[in-house]
């Protein structure tokens, strides 16, 4: 069974570009969830969705947005990129909404220059 | 608000017993995570305690003493491949993935 997916595994972006990220969760998994984990700190929460509705927003501006696909695959998009995005973005499945045991995904790595 | 202690860095011996730990200050507590995090990689799930005590899971066992905010992570019969980073992360009611607030994490070195 495919765990996780994520694309592109890396990416490089000038300050000001739009990025799009891409998860497509485990098959069965309706929850995907969206970290950003900067180097040396633990992920911090950008978004839930389950049944393809947000359920969750983190402590992110409005630069960021995500959505679901009715095929549960997800989508997170950054606007108007500044240095400080360069990160780590993992993306979360978990069967149920209620988050018990998520699977991560090998994360997208953003530099952004 | 929260907040999630845990140690920045721990050396420990092959073959060795280490123990990371994690203190948590969080409202409406609802249960404690473990992952591990190898570098360059995706955190992957150790275990989950909701209730007082301890859970084992072959050389790894987590423990959470809810009236304390306080959780560890022991792992047993170190091996090089234990190196890795790891997460606590407490778990706040409501279900869903913004309940969960993860630790800085603990870079665990093991050396022969």
């Known amino acids: 069974d495919a765990g996780v997916t994520q694309s592109p595994t890396h990416l490089i972006k000038t300050r000001g570009q739009h990025v799009t990220l891409r998860c497509s969760p485990i098959?069965?998994?309706?929850?995907v969830s969206w970290y950003q984990q900067v180097l040396g700190q633990g992920p911090q929460f950008i978004f839930q969705?389950?049944?393809?509705?947000?359920?969750g927003r983190g402590n992110f501006p409005d630069r960021f947005s995500a959505r679901q696909f009715p095929n549960y695959s997800s989508e997170l998009n950054v606007n108007a990129l500044l240095l400080g995005d360069s990160a780590l973005y993992l993306c979360?499945?978990?069967?149920?909404?209620?988050?018990?045991?998520?699977?991560f995904g090998q994360g997208t790595r953003l530099t952004v220059v | 608000g929260q907040n999630i202690d845990q140690p920045t860095e721990m050396t420990a011996t092959e073959g060795a017993i280490v123990q990371i730990n994690c203190t948590y200050q969080?409202?409406?507590?609802?249960?404690l995570f473990w992952y591990q995090q190898h570098a360059g990689e995706a955190p992957t799930f150790l275990s989950y305690?909701?209730?007082?005590g301890l859970e084992e899971k072959g050389r790894f066992s987590s423990f959470l003493s809810r009236s304390k905010g306080y959780s560890y992570l022991l792992l047993k019969e170190l091996q090089m491949k234990d190196s890795a980073s790891y997460l606590c992360?407490?778990?706040?009611?409501?279900?869903?993935?913004?309940?969960?607030?993860f630790g800085k994490g603990t870079h665990l070195i093991i050396q022969p």
């Open positions: 979360a499945s978990s069967l149920q909404e209620v988050v018990l045991e998520a699977f």
């Open positions: 098959s069965g998994h309706k929850s």
């Open positions: 969705y389950y049944e393809k509705e947000e359920r």
């Open positions: 969080t409202s409406g507590f609802n249960g």
């Open positions: 305690n909701v209730l007082d």
């Open positions: 992360a407490a778990w706040r009611e409501g279900g869903g993935a913004d309940g969960l607030t």
